[in-house]
Every structure is written in C-alpha cells, then in structure tokens.
C-alpha cells in the first residue's frame, strides 16, 4: 500500500502478483468443483516458483516493491495487469489438471475420474482465454493511448498473440473437433510451457517495448 501500486513494476513483483492469484483462483476451483485433490498438483508447482522466487531474492537482491517507472503510471495498468494474470493463473492450473489427468488415466485411485479432472481443466482453460481476451484488447487500447497504435509486433505483444491463438485451438478442437483425453492434457501441458515464454522468457531473451521485467 505505501508503494501506491499492486506488485508489477518488476520480475520479483509480478511472481508474487501470479502465485497469490493462482493460489486464490485454486481455493475457488477447489470449492466449487469438487477438485480438491488437485490442488497437489497446483500447490507443487507453486513450490517450484517459491524457490524461484527465493534464488532471486537472495541471489539478485530484487526484493522491495519498487516505485512505478513512468510508462506503468497508468490507469489502464491497474485493469490490464490483473486481466492477464488471471488468464495466466488459470492457463497454469490447467497444466497442472492435465497432469492430473495424465496419472488418471494410468490408474491413480486417489484422483477424481479422468473426465472428471478433463472438464475441470476445460473450465480453467475457458475463464483463462475469455480474461486473457480482455487483457489483450486492454493492452491495445493501452497502447494506443501510450503509444499512438493499438498493434506494433512487439516481441510481448507477438508472444501474447501466440499464447491466445494457442488456447483457441485447443477450446476449438475441445468443443467442435470432439478431441478428448491424453493428447488435450498433453495439449495443456505443452502450452505452460508456451505461456511461461511469453511471461518471461521475452524479457529475458528478447528486447521490446514490454521490457519492463528482466533477469
């Protein structure tokens, strides 16, 4: 609160941002659907990310919650922002089901049904491409406010259309195609992979306008 900002003005800030939305949106699915025993598999990814996190507090020393820079002095912040990290959140629990899912269909007796957990992953997938959506149309309309142009194939903004496109495919497929079982959740799980390129590895490996989160 001192800071003025919800956490976003750095690499160290924005996981935070991620893992307490993520852990929100798991209660949520938890709760609702039936799935807590899939909150294993959420949580222990989530582990993964705290010892990022630590490495990066102790190694690199980024852990203050820093004043906003200039270009994130925004309004248009405070809306796209959030919008993204929901879909993110809910595109990395998806992952996580199709994990789950994986063991389920090799026989694990301690998990829910394999269709059970599939529809659970569906659902996840859905909320988290209609906020990416959002997010996408709100970071074009931010755009052209900052910027004078809605699109400029930046590397964030071309990796954002690659993660969207991705997770169409795969509701496409799920919904017209009749796809179902082991190849959505490997699906799934392949597109975390996609998803944490556009969430970090831009910024890490590439230079744009987004350049706001680096290593």
């Not at 598999?41 to 906003?68: C, K, N, S, T």
């Not at 405070?78 to 199709?98: S, T």
Request: aromatic residues 20%; charged residues 10%; glycine residues 8%.
């Amino acid at each position: 609160p001192d800071a003025g900002h919800i956490p976003v003005s750095n690499l160290y800030e924005v996981f935070i941002l991620f893992m307490v939305i993520t852990a929100l949106m798991n209660l949520y699915y938890a709760a609702r659907y039936q799935a807590a025993k899939l909150g294993a598999f959420v949580y222990g990814f989530m582990g993964v990310l705290v010892g990022f996190v630590l490495w990066y507090i102790f190694d690199r020393g980024a852990h203050e919650i820093q004043p906003l820079i200039p270009a994130l002095q925004s309004w248009w912040m405070k809306i796209h922002v959030p919008a993204n990290f929901i879909g993110y959140g809910a595109f990395c629990m998806a992952a996580m089901f199709g994990v789950a899912e994986l063991l389920a269909l090799r026989g694990a007796k301690w998990l829910p049904d394999a269709q059970a957990i599939e529809e659970v992953m569906y659902k996840a997938i859905a909320v988290g491409f209609l906020f990416f959506t959002i997010a996408t149309i709100l970071g074009a309309l931010w755009a052209a406010d900052a910027w004078g142009r809605y699109w400029s194939w930046d590397p964030k903004e071309t990796w954002a259309f690659i993660v969207w496109l991705n997770y169409a495919i795969w509701l496409h497929m799920r919904l017209v195609g009749g796809w179902r079982g082991k190849v959505l959740a490997w699906w799934a799980i392949i597109c975390l992979f996609v998803t944490a390129f556009a969430f970090i590895g831009v910024n890490m490996f590439l230079s744009g306008l987004h350049a706001y989160g680096t290593l």
